[in-house]
């Protein structure tokens, strides 16, 4: 068996002038789920729109499941599923002969096409709406169909593109614990995502990109410990003396609008410090996390 699912090198997409792609290079280990993160615009979809040959690369080498995307868009089509950022249900069929009418793209026979579709939609938790139509749905039940219809050919590599965008807290963690089932089943899964509690609960392994170029790679916590420390210390008044109190001592900060943010390995003594010093200033601590990295190493503005 293979142990890389995904090669890219120097991988680059161009569309005119514009690189959304920059020199990219990864891989993804055969049975983790890998993360894609990335402010909008990122490039995280023409990335992986390249990877399940959609699109051809402007530049680099691609290699899916041990072939190269070049010549071989055909034989790794047939062992990947996709889900892409957009919901593309065909709206006139039932949730069932939206699963079986996929399935014959991939030359599955009609009665192999319907057990597997029930079964992938009771795997849902989608049994019961078998056959509705995709309008009578909400969108979280919409996702859980595109998920199930992207199994259908029991592909090696689940490629997803942002998949609880848009889903509310309950759909969400129910599509998540899916992914567990499958990725405990061995599944190898690519993700991108904007929630990085998706990703830190679901990725073994992820990068971020800044403007189609790779800004870090790593497992979540450690990049926590790497970029942030354990702690955060937040103090959300009295900015100005907080922010001179803190440089007289050397400690490392970011001005957030009104807030001023610490981050450091153990935060117990400052923040009794901050405390002490100022009584009424409101100073929280808590645990560093994957949002605390993402900002920090994108940036906090807003972008178009
Ligand atoms: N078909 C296209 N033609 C021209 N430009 C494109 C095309 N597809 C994407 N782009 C541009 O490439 C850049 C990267 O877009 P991409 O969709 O890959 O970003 P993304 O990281 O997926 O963003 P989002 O989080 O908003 O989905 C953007 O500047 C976008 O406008
Ligand atoms: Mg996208």
Redo the contacts with the bound molecule.
Sequence with gaps: MIDIVVEAKNLR?T??G?V??DDLSFSVMTGECFGIL??????????I?MIYAF?PPSGGTLNVLGMDISRHARAIKAKIGVCQ?ENNLDPDLTVLKNLEVFASYFNIPAAEAKRRSRELLELMAMEGRAASKPVELSGGMIRRVVVARALINRPELLIL??PTTGLDPQSRHQLWERLDVLKHNGLSILL?T?NMDEAARLCDRLII?DR?RLVVEGRPPELVRRHVGRHIIEITDHNEPVRAFLRERNVPFESVGHRTLVGLENGEELCGRIKERFPDAACTMRMANLEDVFLRLTGRELRE
């Excluded at 990335?38 to 990335?47: E, F, I, L, R, Y």
Aim: zero cysteines.
């Design positions: 997409k569309f005119g514009l959304a792609v990335g402010p909008n615009g990122a490039g995280k979809t023409s990335t729109k699109s950022q593109d942002e991108t904007h990109v189609g």
